[in-house]
Each structure stands twice: as structure tokens, then as C-alpha cells.
């Protein structure tokens, strides 16, 4: 049984267009599938690097320091509503500035919510402060994408919503936790600072 009649079909020279035609449909839908491919692995190893960047800021001394000030505020009995507008922002920012990405479809949801879940705590550490910030500035929309991204990730975690009872009973142990990264930053400047300049740090 004959599939395929090449009977008087032609390869080369005249009457071959046919072929070259498509050979050249079947060129570029491999090129296409490579340069699909290509950017798909570009678009994921960039994904993985701005998460990457998003945790080192997390855990960087600035935004450290500025958790310390809200939970120290919090311990000495600031109402939530009136945490420092200082740190209550650039927390608040930070989450937003994530919520904006994934929101965005820059990074996959799924990614954030494997391991880097803090935006659930700190929505609802910083709402009342949020909220009221709102209302000052008559402006609904402030910390939209933060507040997206915390209902985002209760939803593929329930488990993780913020619970006020557990965050009191844990608050002192959040605090001597940033404490310690705190301090082991500061070690690691010094250690840096000295390697650099030959020389001790000289402490205040």
C-alpha cells in the first residue's frame, strides 16, 4: 500500500518549491518552539531572581529595623492603628511593591506562597494602620495590591491567616528573632568593614 505518491514530485530545480516551502514552515515552527522555550527559561530564571532580590530585601537591615520599630511599638502598647508612620510604610510598601509583581504576573503566586508568606501576618498587623490612612487621604485604592496579595495567599494557605491571639502570644519571640538578625548583620559589616580595611572597627 502506497502512503505517499513522490511520483513526479521534485526535490531540486524546478517544481521543488513545494518542497523548500516546506521545509521552511517546518524551520520555523522549530525556531519558534526553540525561542519559546528560551524565553520561557529566561522568563523563570527572572522570576526566581527578583524573588530572590524581594527576600534579600526582606531580610535586609533596613526593613529589620523598621519591623523592630512596629513590633517594639506595639509591645510598649501603641494601638495598631497608631504604629509609626515610618515603619508602618515601608513595611506596608514593601508587601505592595510584591503584591504589584505577582499581581502583575511577574512572579507566580504559587512561588510566594511556598515560602515567603509574611505579607499575611503584616496585612493584618498593619491594617488597622492601613485603613485608617486610608480614610485620611480619601484614597480606598492605597495598598490594593498588598491587600490582594494577603487574600491571595490565604486562600492557597488557609492555615497562614493572620491570627491577632497567636501573633500577641508570639509578639516577644518575633521581636528577639529580628533582634538576632539584627545583630548578625551588623557582625557581618564589621567583619566585612575590617577585611577591607585591614583594621579593627572601632565601636562607639
Do not use: C
Not at 15 to 37: D, H, K, N, P
Not at 73 to 101: C, M, Q, T
Amino acid at each position: 500500500m502506497t502512503f505517499i505518491n513522490t511520483d513526479g514530485m521534485a526535490f531540486i530545480g524546478p517544481g521543488s518549491e513545494w518542497f523548500w516551502t516546506a521545509f521552511s514552515g517546518i524551520v520555523l515552527a522549530v525556531t519558534f518552539l526553540a525561542i519559546y522555550r528560551q524565553l520561557a527559561l529566561a522568563r523563570g530564571a527572572n522570576a526566581f531572581a527578583q524573588l530572590g532580590g524581594l527576600v534579600d530585601a526582606w531580610n535586609g537591615e533596613r526593613l529589620i529595623r523598621k519591623r523592630l520599630d512596629a513590633l517594639h511599638a506595639l509591645r510598649d502598647g501603641a494601638a495598631a492603628a497608631d504604629i509609626p508612620d515610618s515603619p508602618a510604610s515601608a513595611i506596608a510598601n514593601f508587601w505592595e511593591k510584591v503584591g504589584a509583581l505577582v499581581r502583575a504576573g511577574h512572579i507566580d503566586a504559587s512561588l510566594i506562597a511556598e515560602g515567603f508568606v509574611g505579607a499575611n501576618d503584616w496585612w493584618g498587623i498593619l491594617a488597622p494602620w492601613m485603613l485608617k490612612v486610608r480614610a485620611e487621604d480619601a484614597n480606598p485604592n492605597l495598598w490594593e495590591h498588598f491587600e490582594w496579595h494577603a487574600g491571595t495567599l490565604v486562600r492557597l494557605h488557609p492555615t497562614t491567616a493572620f491570627d491577632q491571639q497567636r501573633f500577641e502570644r508570639t509578639l516577644e519571640q518575633r521581636i528577639t528573632a529580628n533582634e538576632a538578625d539584627l545583630r548578625d548583620l551588623v557582625a557581618m559589616r564589621t567583619v566585612s568593614s575590617e577585611a577591607r580595611t585591614g583594621h579593627p572597627t572601632r565601636k562607639p
